[in-house]
């Protein structure tokens, strides 16, 4: 039995946590033990834990300050994010791997599993058996020489910013890396996405893995709606309520935790309203076009049951994955913040009447899933095995 510590740092989406229940539900059975260390320890219900600890991962301090700071640009890349979440910040860098050396050297386990989480990686590397899971984006090549620029403007000095980097690494008493996006090395690389998801296609050496759990099955079929998956950050005087109104269309919405002022606006603009995640096969059936904010895994999940897509999106992930729908011909974008009812309504009337889309994303779904890519999680469980 080995003891494994699972990580997560960054990103947002519930996807991030109910990838890792998944992973500790097969280490669990295989005889194993499984330990949580989460961004958001209310990710997770004691149930999905499963009798496992769940632990507070560290959090960088960036993640919790709240008072106004000067606008920012768009970050263009990687390494702008990580200065953001205090990679710019030596003393930063050495508290947060200090906090997870803490948490190593209480857990003893034998092996991590890290979820976008870099200061965890620098805190075990050369210590532990580490794995790195992540989507395309969370899960860098950490060969690259630099992280490139996503969106085609300069991003910030990166030979500065690896600089401050190795200073809290040796404040840190940790050995120093030799470029940024050595930040994500680990003994295993798990990047689950499809090719055309991955922001690093042309740096990638390995093979990518299976985004989707084994048994995925959905097939669409005859239904008109539009689901739509948004975000619990969404407040009730959203234009995507108003534009999702105005289009006429039928309209069914999830929204995690959402609030109830959240709620009446979407059932006062005549939608329908799932308090709980429906599943896939179900909105397949009664779907004829997603619209989300681009969370990775629903992004996959619509690929593979043949559904087309838009995203409404808020940051730089999921503006990439908008990007990809439109430029395979399964879908579109739209940043939230720029969404006009009137003009959304629309546009989302359009899409939703296109047949051309319909029929290249129901021929293209079965060719997602049956790709030979491998499964991160049975690696994983081998490795644990292994140690």
Sequence with gaps: MTRVLIGWEFGANRGHADRLVRLADRLRVAGHDPVFALQRIDAISSEQAGGAPVW???????????????PLPPPAGMADILARLGMDDSALVAAVIGGWKRILDSVRPG???????????????????????????????????AFPS????????????????????????????????????????????????????????GALARPLPEGFDAVPGDGEEVFVYAPERLGADSPLWKGLARSGLAVRVHVPRALPA???????????????????????????????????????????????????????????????????????????????????????????????????????GPGFLSRPQPDADSAILALASDC
């Design 56 to 70: 507070q991962a560290p959090l960088s301090p960036r993640l919790l300050v709240t008072v106004a700071k000067p």
């Design 111 to 145: 092996l991590v599993v890290a979820d976008f989480a870099p200061f965890l990686l620098l805190a075990a590397r050369g210590r532990l058996p580490t794995v790195l899971l992540g989507t395309g984006f969370s899960a860098p090549p950490a060969e690259m020489a």
């Design 150 to 205: 996503l969106t085609g403007q300069a991003g910030i000095d990166q030979d500065g910013l690896l600089v401050r980097v190795n200073e809290g690494l040796a404040l840190a008493g940790r050995p120093p890396v030799a470029a940024l996006p050595a930040v994500f090395s680990a003994d295993l690389v798990f990047a689950e996405t499809f090719a055309e998801l991955d922001p690093y296609a042309g740096e990638r050496r």
């Design 262 to 364: 959240v709620r009446a606006a979407i059932e006062g603009g005549g939608m329908g309203f799932e308090p709980q995640p429906l599943p896939l096969p179900l909105i397949a059936q009664r779907s004829r076009l997603l619209l989300s904010h681009g969370g990775h895994g629903f992004v996959c999940a619509g690929l593979a049951a043949g559904l087309p897509h838009v995203v409404f999106h808020f940051d730089l992930e999921k503006h990439l994955h908008g990007r990809a729908l439109a430029r395979v011909g399964l879908g579109g974008h739209v940043a939230l913040a720029e969404i006009q009812p009137e003009v959304f309504a629309a546009s989302l009337r359009r899409v939703h009447a296109d047949q051309a889309l319909s029929a290249r994303a129901r021929a293209a």
